[in-house]
């Protein structure tokens, strides 16, 4: 099955800077990779996502990249905030359903 | 409902006792996924359904974990004679369609603590 691996586990940044998360998978069936946010006790939310057929998209902040041939993706976001302090986990799905694989977590914390 | 809603929130079980856990979907969507996280861990797959049918149910640890969604909407998760290392939330998600394309939505899960 898939195996999805995050790196560092845990990430404290100054606000301002720059924050990078680094996953690799290891089904190379897998086509869609979306990055959630979780604040303590909530729910994952989707933050943004990338296909296979794309090498990178971003959105205000944030960025996805995807390199399909090492099979590794990142999430880089820019100008950090406060705000954006809580754990953040990948995921691949390589499964027809839409099953996902996530990641460990890692625990951005952001300085003020 | 606006989003996937469950319970309880929170539950605190005598080891041995048995849990229901309740999902309810979104309105509408077909697929429906049990996730568990323990603290500190990413969500580890349980099962899925699509519509009232369990597809896939490799993730379920033990035959005393037993899920269901009989009229494809709601969907129960039973733990029969809970286990200390039961302890952990369990997620609920859905998404819209059963292809691969459609953005998978969590609910706020049920903290399950086994004393």
């Known amino acids: 099955g898939e195996n999805v691996e995050q790196h560092p586990s845990t990430l404290s940044v100054q606000e301002g800077d720059s924050a990078v998360i680094k996953c690799t998978y290891s089904?190379?069936?897998?086509?869609?990779f979306p990055w959630y946010k979780q604040e303590l006790g909530k729910r994952p939310q989707l933050i943004i996502d990338?296909?296979?057929?794309?090498g990178e998209k971003k959105d205000q902040r944030i960025a996805v990249t995807l390199n399909k041939t090492a099979k590794h993706f990142s999430l880089h976001i820019t100008e950090t905030q406060p705000e954006d302090s809580a754990v953040y986990f990948c995921a691949a799905r390589g499964t027809s359903y839409g099953k996902l694989t996530f990641g460990q977590g890692t625990i951005l914390t952001v300085h003020p | 409902g606006a989003g996937v809603s469950q319970s309880p929130r929170y539950k605190v079980a005598k080891r041995g006792q048995d849990v229901a856990l309740r999902c309810d979907p979104i309105?509408?969507?077909?697929?429906l996924f049990w996730y568990q996280q323990a603290l500190g861990q990413g969500p580890e797959f349980l099962t899925y359904f699509q519509n009232e049918a369990q597809l896939d149910k490799s993730g379920l640890p033990s035959d005393r974990f037993f899920a269901e969604r009989p009229e494809g909407s709601v969907s129960t998760l039973k733990i029969q004679r809970t286990q200390q290392e039961d302890s952990a939330v369990y997620l609920c998600?859905?998404?819209?369609?059963?292809?691969?394309?459609?953005?998978?939505?969590f609910g706020e899960g049920s903290w399950l603590t086994v004393v």
């Open positions: 990338i296909r296979s057929n794309v």
């Open positions: 089904d190379s069936a897998s086509n869609y």
């Open positions: 309105s509408g969507h077909v697929s």
């Open positions: 998600a859905s998404s819209l369609g059963g292809g691969a394309g459609n953005t998978i939505y």
